[in-house]
């Protein structure tokens, strides 16, 4: 027994499934088809990729997640098929079309994800399954309306939807913003869904409405520029409140999101909407736009 090597531990995995399915891969045996359910792909999938992804993002994948889980969770990735994900979005599709398109987009990312680490080498079977038509939003705010709903909501309200149709930021990105990130005559922003940064230029109304709100008086000292009464950020959801409630009071029928669009369609060049909104091509821009206020063309003579 002297010339017995001493054993040696590999860790393989903290997870016991993926444990498990190198151990069969090393020594050449079957793998048990528990380590291939979705549902332990889907573990994975939030521990690996989750991580490369913006805020925003991952709490949309987490509800499009506990969707997915609850009809896929408990099945080997081999087992499912087109058929399978058609049922899932027609049955889903009832209530929520938008939804199941997403749910389905994510569920076919976390399927090439599943070939890429050998989990299956089976075709995604998203492919060929059609997802329901989606049409954009062609809702236009006209100044007026605008206006209206500032009349009657909130200072913090006015400031966000100011500062919303002057940068063409989304909302998240409006009430994001820190005294830190102007600086050297812009306001500088990292954008939370594209990771897009760009400087606006402090000038013209931006530099009125931004010395309104410094001379705004606070309880309380915040790094944010949009802050509550008791000098904490805004929440999305004390905006959303506060916007609805204004809206109705004003009567007026928009979201705070169509802002973005009419900032787009405000300016009359689509190189400048280009820059603001951070489009990564024309195409976009263009077609935001014109999806509100249509094709503008010279009549017959």
């Known amino acids: 027994m002297s010339g017995t090597q001493p054993r040696v531990w590999t860790k393989l995995s903290n997870d016991r499934a993926e444990a498990l399915r190198l151990w069969a891969q090393r020594e050449g045996v079957r793998e048990d088809d528990s380590t291939k359910l979705f549902s332990v792909i889907a573990k994975r999938y939030v521990r690996e990729v989750y991580p490369t992804k913006a805020v925003r993002t991952r709490k949309d994948n987490d509800k499009e997640l506990v969707h997915l889980l609850r009809v896929f969770g408990h099945m080997p990735i081999d087992a499912i098929a087109p058929m399978h994900i058609r ?37 995604n079977p998203c492919q060929g399954v059609k997802g329901f038509k989606e049409t954009g939003r062609t809702r236009y705010v006209t100044d007026d309306e605008f206006e209206r709903v500032k009349e009657f909501a909130h ?79 805004l929440s999305q959801i004390a905006l959303r409140s506060r916007f609805d409630k204004a ?15 009419k900032a787009a369609t405000d300016t009359g060049d689509l190189a400048h909407s280009q820059k603001l909104l951070a489009h990564k091509n024309r195409d976009m821009t263009e077609h935001y736009v014109k999806a509100r206020m249509g094709e503008r063309v010279k009549p017959l003579r």
């Open 87 to 123: 049922e899932y979005l027609d049955i889903r599709g009832v209530v929520a079309k938008v939804r199941a398109n997403r749910e389905k987009a994510l569920f076919s990312h976390i399927f090439n994800k599943a070939r890429e680490w050998g989990y299956t080498m089976g075709q």
């Open 155 to 233: 200072a913090t309200v006015v400031d966000a939807m100011d500062l919303a149709l002057l940068t063409g930021q989304r909302p998240a990105d409006v009430l994001k913003i820190q005294r830190a990130d102007i600086r050297d005559g812009a306001l500088w922003i990292v954008q939370n869904k594209t990771g897009a940064r760009l400087g606006i230029e402090i000038t013209g109304e931006l530099a009125t409405v931004l010395d309104r709100i410094y001379s705004r008086p606070r309880k309380a000292i915040s790094p944010y520029l949009i802050q509550d009464d008791n000098g904490q950020p």
């Open 247 to 261: 809206r109705t009071l004003a009567k007026v029928e928009f979201q705070f999101r169509d802002i973005r669009a």
